[in-house]
């Protein structure tokens, strides 16, 4: 499968720990976006690579998250002393450098207890 | 800012019939990019058709086609010949062009499509 792939599927924490999700894009994109989806609504853009630069973060990604992108690869996503309110599912696409389809991969769902 | 706005969190239609689904955006860019994603459950997000906007004829893939009206700043889907693997969650999508925010999507709240045997 040369989809965009995404691990753990699923992640249960509890409150003040920290968790790291990881992304790896289609092999030839050079563009790579977080989102996170609360139950019932559309995903909310977090952040944004191209290549191993970040050239853009959402209002909605406070210092407890951070995103990395080493060497233009695949990505990872931490959040530090996590919060209820950070349970969602967090999505990550991937595309070519063009103003067309991003690709999803399936998620991964975070549960804070 | 831009905003996308779905006013139908539900629809149902019946199978081999027609459904609508409706989207508005707001933008003050000229030169922007619209799209559909369809969620089934579970399942990852697939991209069913996009609009550019500089393009005044409506896109279709099978099925699936759009009526884009700029002025009134409006995305709607049609689904014609409707199956039951057409169910899922029907996102609207908007990315301005160009910038280094032109590559964000902007999606709506979601219309959860029902396909009745």
């Known amino acids: 499968d040369t989809g965009v792939s995404q691990n753990p599927r699923h992640k249960i924490t509890k409150r003040g720990q920290n968790v790291t999700f990881r992304c790896d894009p289609i092999s030839e994109h050079n563009r790579l976006y977080w989102y996170r989806q609360t139950l019932g609504q559309g995903p909310e853009f977090l952040t944004y690579f191209q290549n191993e630069a970040q050239l853009e973060k959402s209002r909605l990604l406070s210092d407890r998250f951070s995103a990395e992108r080493p060497k233009g690869s695949f990505s990872t996503l931490e959040i530090q002393r996590t919060e209820q309110g950070d349970s969602a599912m967090y999505l990550c696409?991937?595309?070519?450098?063009?103003?067309?389809?991003?690709?999803f991969g399936p998620g991964t769902r975070l549960t804070v207890t | 800012a831009q905003t996308v706005t779905q006013s139908q969190p539900e629809m149902s239609v019946q199978e081999a019939e027609t459904v609508t689904l409706s989207c508005t955006y707001d933008?003050?860019?000229?030169?922007?990019?619209l799209f559909w994603y369809k969620q089934p459950p579970s399942r990852q997000m697939i991209l069913v058709i996009r609009q550019e906007a500089y393009k005044q004829q409506n896109a279709t893939e099978n099925r699936f086609s759009v009526n884009f009206q700029k002025a009134a700043k409006s995305f709607s889907l049609k689904i014609s010949d409707s199956q039951l693997g057409d169910a899922a969650m029907y996102f609207c999508a908007y990315r301005r062009d160009g910038g280094t925010s032109g590559s964000r999507l902007t999606f709506g709240e979601g219309t959860q499509l029902t396909v009745n045997p």
């Open positions: 933008t003050s860019e000229s030169d922007y990019y």
């Open positions: 696409a991937s595309s070519l450098n063009s103003p067309y389809e991003q690709y």
